[in-house]
């Protein structure tokens, strides 16, 4: 059995528990992650000196996937708002460093290229940003579009978030040493939150340009779930699973989807290769990615944009399928979810992700189908653990439920969400064949954004997977 240890980016359940839930899918692999309570989250940094003591502590570790910007900030929210030094933070890096040195273990590295956000919400971003959060992007625009310089931001503002800027990207061209060293088996730079213009896309260039040279240095559009898609690579890039990519609106595929500076097409590419898979066509294919994507624009539910349904029939492909439900950004295509559940023979279904942005749920649901795929002894019983989840998650809450109740700061209650699930939990329940269940939800970050879904004392069975077990 290989051991693999993940430091992830917070405690956030897509970051902290579904890596759990995808490795479960085989019985080849045990996961080690430090102590949830050592994770940052939305408003406190991770405990670094505990997390790397936890890491040096390990023995014979086979796989290590590493939040670079947990270790060197302490969380990926913090690497936007800690004011520590970059010598301070160096120091940090190079202990991590001498730790891996130590090791043996295969290294799978990620850091985030500083995102930019269009708005001026500073939930997860440095105070002034309620003030001047669209002045900054708009002037981050400008100067990559343009070479325009001239902004109305206070000259102390742009100074500080110049500063902090640069002392990111100082960090990050230190990682490319560290992997020429040989510290890094692969090195991800991801573009968090990306448009097509701004100066995280000029980052990202000067990145590729300095690592072009360096094998299995990458620069990717995404972020949460890079830690997903390298432990795909690290359990699949010798098991050569090929993955032929449908579309159910074919003629859209060079569409931009928000938060995203690449199309639909190179995003998906993007994060098969990334993950240890390998594109086919479909005679060849062992499994088809249906990608249910957006015909004009993509849609946001969090922000009440909804694109067009799905109003076609969904055809099932005749062998192991996955899909990606990107035609909203946040949130399942209702549509498109209660055709799908209508159907009660999906015995080669491998799995369903509608989650955030492109990237989020195209990276989770080819690591989730690659890892029980390629399972020599796959786990049906965690299998079915994790669509619930989604199910419950992607579809129930993100494009349900949440739109419902986070007008009123009142429903932020345990108590409101349980009774607001009741309906889809039951729905999920039913068609899932559950008949024995404990299911409760939590607010993990205290806002409406995300849900923590803990399910137990489960006995399903399922039609289209025709299995009985009990937990």
């Given at each position: 059995m290989k051991k693999i240890a993940l430091i992830p980016i917070d405690n956030r359940p897509v970051c902290y528990q579904l890596p759990q839930q995808i490795v479960s899918l085989s019985d080849e692999y045990k996961l080690f992650l430090p102590d949830r309570e050592l994770m940052g989250g939305l408003v406190k940094s991770a405990d670094c000196d505990s997390v790397l003591n936890w890491l040096d502590s390990l023995k014979e570790i086979d796989i290590i996937v590493i939040s670079l910007d947990t270790i060197a900030y302490g969380g990926l929210i913090p690497s936007r708002r800690t004011n520590d030094s970059f010598e301070v933070i160096k120091n940090k890096v190079l202990k991590l460093a001498d730790i891996l040195q130590k090791n043996n273990a295969k290294v799978f590295a990620f850091s985030s290229i500083m995102r930019i956000s269009n708005n001026n919400n500073n939930e997860e971003e440095k105070e002034y940003w309620k003030d001047y959060g669209k002045k900054i992007f708009e002037y981050s625009v400008n100067l990559h579009k343009t070479g325009c310089k001239n902004s109305n931001i206070p000259q102390n503002i742009l100074d500080d978030y110049l500063e902090t800027r640069k002392r990111n990207f100082q960090i990050n061209k230190l990682y490319?040493?560290?992997?020429?060293?040989?510290?890094?088996?692969?090195?991800?730079?991801?573009?968090?939150?990306?448009?097509?213009?701004?100066?995280?896309?000029?980052?990202?260039?000067?990145?590729?340009?300095?690592?072009?040279?360096?094998?299995?240095?990458?620069?990717?559009t995404g972020a949460d779930e890079i830690p997903l898609v390298l432990l795909s690579r690290a359990l699949n890039s010798n098991k050569h699973i090929k993955i032929?990519?449908?579309?159910?609106?074919?003629?859209?595929?060079?569409?931009?989807?928000?938060?995203?500076?690449?199309?639909?097409?190179?995003?998906?590419?993007?994060?098969?290769?990334?993950?240890?898979?390998?594109?086919?066509?479909?005679?060849?294919?062992?499994l088809i990615l249906l990608v249910n994507n957006f015909k004009h624009q993509q849609g946001e539910l969090v922000m009440d944009i909804h694109e067009p349904l799905y109003k076609k029939d969904i055809n099932i492909p005749d062998k192991p399928y996955f899909i990606a439900d990107i035609l909203n950004a946040n949130g399942s295509d209702n549509s498109f979810i209660n055709t799908l559940l209508k159907n009660d023979n999906l015995k080669e279904f491998y799995g369903y992700s509608a989650w955030n942005t492109t990237g989020n749920t195209l990276g989770s649901a080819i690591a989730s189908a690659l890892t029980y795929y390629g399972a020599k002894i796959p786990n049906k019983h965690a299998f079915c653990m994790l669509q619930l989840t989604r199910f419950l998650d992607d579809w129930a809450y993100q494009a349900n439920v949440r739109g419902h109740i986070r007008n009123n700061p009142e429903n932020l209650?345990?108590?409101?969400?349980?009774?607001?699930?009741?309906?889809?939990?039951?729905?999920?329940l039913k068609k899932f064949g559950v008949t024995d269940y404990q299911i409760n939800y939590s607010f993990p970050w205290k806002r409406f954004f995300e849900i923590e879904i803990s399910i137990q004392k489960v006995y399903f069975k399922i039609p289209f997977i025709d299995i009985l077990f009990y937990e």
């Amino acid at each position: 059995m290989k051991k693999i240890a993940l430091i992830p980016i917070d405690n956030r359940p897509v970051c902290y528990q579904l890596p759990q839930q995808i490795v479960s899918l085989s019985d080849e692999y045990k996961l080690f992650l430090p102590d949830r309570e050592l994770m940052g989250g939305l408003v406190k940094s991770a405990d670094c000196d505990s997390v790397l003591n936890w890491l040096d502590s390990l023995k014979e570790i086979d796989i290590i996937v590493i939040s670079l910007d947990t270790i060197a900030y302490g969380g990926l929210i913090p690497s936007r708002r800690t004011n520590d030094s970059f010598e301070v933070i160096k120091n940090k890096v190079l202990k991590l460093a001498d730790i891996l040195q130590k090791n043996n273990a295969k290294v799978f590295a990620f850091s985030s290229i500083m995102r930019i956000s269009n708005n001026n919400n500073n939930e997860e971003e440095k105070e002034y940003w309620k003030d001047y959060g669209k002045k900054i992007f708009e002037y981050s625009v400008n100067l990559h579009k343009t070479g325009c310089k001239n902004s109305n931001i206070p000259q102390n503002i742009l100074d500080d978030y110049l500063e902090t800027r640069k002392r990111n990207f100082q960090i990050n061209k230190l990682y490319i040493d560290l992997k020429k060293q040989g510290i890094f088996d692969t090195l991800v730079f991801s573009k968090d939150d990306c448009s097509q213009y701004g100066l995280n896309v000029m980052e990202a260039h000067e990145l590729e340009q300095l690592s072009k040279n360096i094998k299995n240095v990458y620069i990717k559009t995404g972020a949460d779930e890079i830690p997903l898609v390298l432990l795909s690579r690290a359990l699949n890039s010798n098991k050569h699973i090929k993955i032929h990519p449908v579309y159910t609106n074919p003629d859209s595929i060079n569409k931009i989807s928000k938060y995203e500076d690449i199309s639909v097409e190179e995003s998906v590419k993007s994060q098969i290769e990334l993950s240890g898979g390998i594109i086919a066509d479909k005679d060849n294919a062992d499994l088809i990615l249906l990608v249910n994507n957006f015909k004009h624009q993509q849609g946001e539910l969090v922000m009440d944009i909804h694109e067009p349904l799905y109003k076609k029939d969904i055809n099932i492909p005749d062998k192991p399928y996955f899909i990606a439900d990107i035609l909203n950004a946040n949130g399942s295509d209702n549509s498109f979810i209660n055709t799908l559940l209508k159907n009660d023979n999906l015995k080669e279904f491998y799995g369903y992700s509608a989650w955030n942005t492109t990237g989020n749920t195209l990276g989770s649901a080819i690591a989730s189908a690659l890892t029980y795929y390629g399972a020599k002894i796959p786990n049906k019983h965690a299998f079915c653990m994790l669509q619930l989840t989604r199910f419950l998650d992607d579809w129930a809450y993100q494009a349900n439920v949440r739109g419902h109740i986070r007008n009123n700061p009142e429903n932020l209650s345990q108590t409101v969400l349980k009774a607001k699930m009741d309906h889809y939990e039951k729905f999920l329940l039913k068609k899932f064949g559950v008949t024995d269940y404990q299911i409760n939800y939590s607010f993990p970050w205290k806002r409406f954004f995300e849900i923590e879904i803990s399910i137990q004392k489960v006995y399903f069975k399922i039609p289209f997977i025709d299995i009985l077990f009990y937990e």
